[in-house]
C-alpha cells in the first residue's frame, strides 16, 4: 500500500511496486481522477491495483477503510506499506497559524502511527514486512519556512529508527527514504531556478529516482537493512 498514491513521488512508486509484482494498493486523499491515472498506469505496466480513498490525518477514515478493505480481501495481506502522503504548508514560526502546525503534523506524522499501527500486527504475525517512511531532507536539517514540516518529517524519522528496533526480530524492516528537491506538484511554487544553484547536481529530482529506493527497500535483497534514513538529494547534504 503507498498512500499518497495519486501524484508525485507515490505515483512512481505504485508504479515501480507493480512493475516488481506487487499487487498495488493507490491511497489517495481528494483527487481521485489523479488516482485513477495512477491505476491505469499501474496496469499498463501489466500490474494489479485497487483504489482506496482515505484521509491520511483521519483515524476513523484510516480503520474504516482498512477494515472494510480486509473484510473483502480474506486471506489477504499488506507485506509493503509506503507512508507517503503528506503536505507543506510553510510560514516563518512568528506568523505561524495553529492550524498550519497541526495540518502538517498530522498529516505528516500523526498519519505514520494511525496506519502503521494498523498493519503491523500482520506483518508481524506473518513474520514478514517492510515499512518505508517518505520522510526529507527538510526533516535532517530544518528549513527556514517550515518547522512544522521539519518537525513532522524529523518525527518521522525518530519513529522509524524506535520501530526499526522494535520489530527487527520479526523480519519486518522499517527505513526511510528523504527526498531533497523532486519535481512533483509540491516543489511547483518554488524557484527552481534559485533552488537548483545550491544543489551539486545542478537539477532537481525525479519522482523516478526516489522510487528505485524505495522499490529496493522493498524487495528481499534489502532483507538486512532496517532504521537507516536514506538520502535521495543529488548531493545536497545536511
Ligand atoms: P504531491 O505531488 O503534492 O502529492 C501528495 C500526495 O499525498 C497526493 O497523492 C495526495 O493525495 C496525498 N495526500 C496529501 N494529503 C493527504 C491526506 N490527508 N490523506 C491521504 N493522502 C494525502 O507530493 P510529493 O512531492 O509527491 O510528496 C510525496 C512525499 O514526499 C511527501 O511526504 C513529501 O513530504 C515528501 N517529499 C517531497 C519532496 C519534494 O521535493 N517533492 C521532498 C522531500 C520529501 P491527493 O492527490 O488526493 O491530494
Not at 73 to 95: E, F, K, P, S, T
Not at 115 to 144: A, D, Y
Not at 218 to 228: C, D, M, N
Request: hydrophobic share 45%; aromatic share 6%.
Amino acid at each position: 500500500m503507498v498512500t499518497g498514491g495519486s501524484r508525485g513521488i507515490g505515483r512512481a512508486v505504485c508504479i515501480k511496486l507493480a512493475e516488481m509484482g506487487f499487487s498495488v494498493l493507490i491511497n489517495y486523499h481528494t483527487n481521485r481522477q489523479e488516482a485513477d491515472i495512477t491505476l491505469q498506469l499501474v496496469q499498463e505496466k501489466g500490474g494489479q491495483g485497487e483504489i482506496l480513498k482515505f484521509d491520511v490525518s483521519s483515524q476513523d477514515e484510516i480503520e474504516q477503510a482498512l477494515g472494510q478493505w480486509k473484510m473483502t480481501h480474506d486471506g489477504d495481506y499488506i507485506q509493503v506499506l509506503v507512508n507517503n502522503a503528506g503536505i507543506r504548508h510553510d510560514a516563518l514560526v512568528m506568523w505561524m497559524k495553529n492550524e498550519e502546525w497541526h495540518d502538517v503534523i498530522n498529516t505528516n506524522l500523526n498519519s505514520f502511527l494511525y496506519v502503521t499501527r494498523f498493519l503491523l500486527k500482520e506483518m508481524l504475525l506473518k513474520k514478514m514486512g517492510r515499512i518505508i517512511n517518505v520522510v526529507s531532507l527538510s526533516g535532517l536539517k530544518g528549513l527556514p519556512g517550515q518547522a512544522n514540516y521539519s518537525a513532522a518529517k524529523a518525527g518521522v524519522i525518530g519513529a522509524t529508527k524506535a520501530l526499526a528496533q522494535e520489530i527487527a526480530k520479526k523480519n519486518v524492516t522499517v527505513n526511510a527514504v528523504a527526498p531533497g528537491f523532486i519535481k512533483t506538484d509540491m516543489t511547483k511554487d518554488l524557484d527552481e531556478h534559485q533552488l537548483k544553484a545550491l544543489i551539486p547536481m545542478g537539477r532537481f529530482g525525479k519522482p523516478e529516482e526516489v522510487a528505485a529506493i524505495v522499490g529496493f527497500l522493498a524487495s528481499s535483497e534489502a532483507s538486512y537493512i532496517t532504521g537507516a534514513v536514506i538520502n535521495v538529494n543529488g548531493g545536497l547534504y545536511t
